[in-house]
């Protein structure tokens, strides 16, 4: 099962938000609004992976969306311990060469594809080890990994990374991408959009899915229409906090 792999399959547009607290709740009530997937955040975040599993369990509570993690860093060790735990798929941040993806996709992946060491006997994504045999052999076809493009060099080597097999998506980390040409934040400035849609342009040509962060300003059907398969609205966080102002301001 995984709602947003089934999605893409169709050729139907996806919608996910971010968690960006380590908190179960949070996890619930996002999964219950209806989002095709959530992504649990360990690049910026306070959570680990024990209170991933917590928060994994309360997505799945709430509904069949695609549990979704994005990885601190590309660390092999990790990659394994986060997939044995039950997530669907994963996000290598700052992806910059084709040989990051080679070994983000090997990491995942069982030999002879891959390195990825056997726990599915015992392990949480197996069922503890109930449904070891079907996880073996459904994992590759059913694992999502996606490669953000965080950087103007990263950019550049779209081409090389989309011939590694196994990758599923680029997804596009705006803020980071701003930040990688001097210009943070800077949305309405020219290099900043030039770059976005250059970004863009360089997916969509490659033939990989296109996806990623909304910036202020865009919205989820403007990037459908431009070609994304799957954008992230929003967080935790933000939604937190701007029903908090809004509330505020309207007392």
């Known amino acids: 099962m995984s709602r947003l792999l089934d999605r893409l399959a169709e050729g139907a547009p996806a919608q996910g938000a971010f968690l960006f607290t380590a908190s179960a709740d949070n996890a619930e009530i996002l999964a219950g609004a209806g ?50 735990l039950g997530a669907e798929g994963l996000l290598l941040p700052n992806a910059e060469s084709a040989e990051d993806v080679a070994a983000f996709v090997a990491a995942a992946r069982y030999p002879p594809h891959g390195r990825r060491g056997a726990h599915f006997t015992v392990s949480r994504a197996a069922s503890w080890g109930a449904a070891g045999e079907r996880y073996y052999r459904e994992n590759e076809s059913r694992l999502l990994l996606l490669a953000m493009i965080e950087s103007a060099k990263g950019v550049s080597a779209i081409p090389a990374m989309a011939g590694v097999a196994g990758l599923a998506m680029f997804f596009l980390g705006p803020l980071d991408l701003t930040g990688s040409i001097g210009r943070m934040g800077e949305w309405q400035h020219a290099e900043v959009k030039a770059l976005m849609q250059e970004a863009e342009r360089a997916v969509l040509a490659s033939g990989m899915a296109l996806g990623g962060a909304l910036v202020p300003g865009d919205t989820a059907s403007a990037a459908f229409a431009r070609g994304y398969r799957f954008a992230t609205v929003g967080s935790d966080v933000g939604m937190l906090r701007q029903a908090a102002a809004a509330a505020l301001a309207g007392s």
């Open 35 to 84: 989002f095709d997937a959530i992504v649990i955040d360990h690049e910026h975040s306070p959570g680990g992976l024990e209170a991933a599993v917590h928060q994994m369990r309360a997505i799945r509570a709430a509904s069949d969306a695609t549990i979704l993690v994005r990885l601190p860093g590309l660390d092999a060790d990790r990659v394994k311990r986060t997939l044995d």
